[in-house]
């Protein structure tokens, strides 16, 4: 990491688990994956995949180039390290990891082609390099269609009471309050549901003034806790009073993520000077 070794792609392809990142946070470097994530999470790549994908990647290239910042990767670099996959399907010491080169091909190799292209979608957006890869990435085509399925869910599932907040579902008979005005009422607010956008706002998030939305989620599920700190699992959609159990894991859960997903968000528009 000091630059004094740089280890070859067939040592670092056969190498398996490789923990770069630890590494370079213990010496005092910071390589800049937290930014790619998300960046990937805000082009509509799965937050799970966006972080095995770019931990397997910027480690790698990292050490094998040198280059301690993410913003010094280019073209070349990542079409070396696509090179170096193929190239490692006729290695003498594949069948020993991975028993043929047909397994190989099948598997490791396909997965990591898919994380190197994912690596370079999101330096494409950053404008870092010159083209997206040839063929796009499944997570990464599907984001339009997740954006109108938000859209639908803020359009149809918003109670329109002054206690606000999101419906599970059209007509929730669960605990129902509202029985007739179901334009205005689709369904009691439960905080679990009305937290998802949080997490959605923060992801999507281009500076820190989109961020708001994110964070009047928040303070919506704090305004209808209990003194306690408590979260209810749902509330009345007219007085905003608790409704059946409270306080509920999920309801807790989601707070923590629309948190991390706004100050992940925060902390990634900060290092790029948002």
């Known amino acids: ?3 004094f070794i740089r ?3 067939a040592w670092l392809l056969g190498a398996g688990r490789l923990h770069v990142d630890t590494l370079a946070r213990q010496l005092g470097l910071t390589l ?5 994530i998300a960046d990937a999470v805000r082009l509509g790549f799965d937050r ?11 480690g790698r290239l990292a050490v094998h180039t040198g280059l301690l910042a993410v913003v010094q990767f280019r073209m070349a670099h990542l079409a070396e390290l696509l090179e170096a996959i ?3 399907g ?3 010491a594949l069948p020993q990891l ?3 080169p047909e397994r190989y091909r099948t598997s490791p190799s396909k997965h990591w082609i898919t994380q190197v292209n994912q690596l370079q979608t999101v330096l494409f957006h950053r404008g870092q390099i010159p083209q997206e890869p040839r063929k796009q990435m499944p997570t990464y085509l599907v984001r339009p269609s997740l954006s109108r399925t938000m859209q639908a869910v803020i359009e149809r599932l918003t109670v329109k009471t002054d206690v606000g907040g999101v419906a599970r579902y059209e007509n929730d008979y669960y605990f129902q309050v509202e029985k007739t005005d179901l334009d205005k009422v689709p369904g009691n607010p439960w905080v679990l549901s009305t937290l998802s956008l949080a997490s959605w706002y923060a992801n999507q998030a281009k500076d820190e ?3 708001r939305k994110a964070i009047e989620v928040l303070t919506w599920a704090c305004d209808r806790a209990l003194r306690s700190g408590v979260l209810p699992e749902q509330v009345d959609p007219y007085s905003g009073k608790p409704l059946s159990v409270a306080p509920l894991t999920w309801s807790h859960a989601a707070y923590v993520h629309g948190v991390h997903a706004v100050v992940d968000r925060m902390n990634a528009l900060a290092g790029a000077g948002g």
Do not use: K, N
Request: aromatic share 12%; charged share 25%; proline share 3%.
């Open 32 to 36: 800049g994956i937290d930014d790619l």
């Open 209 to 211: 003034s989109d961020l």
């Open 90 to 92: 006729q290695h003498p």
């Open 7 to 9: 280890l070859d792609y």
């Open 86 to 88: 193929r190239r490692f």
């Open 98 to 100: 991975y028993t043929s």
């Open 1 to 3: 990491m000091r630059g």
């Open 48 to 58: 799970g995949s966006a972080i095995e994908g770019m931990h397997w990647c910027v």
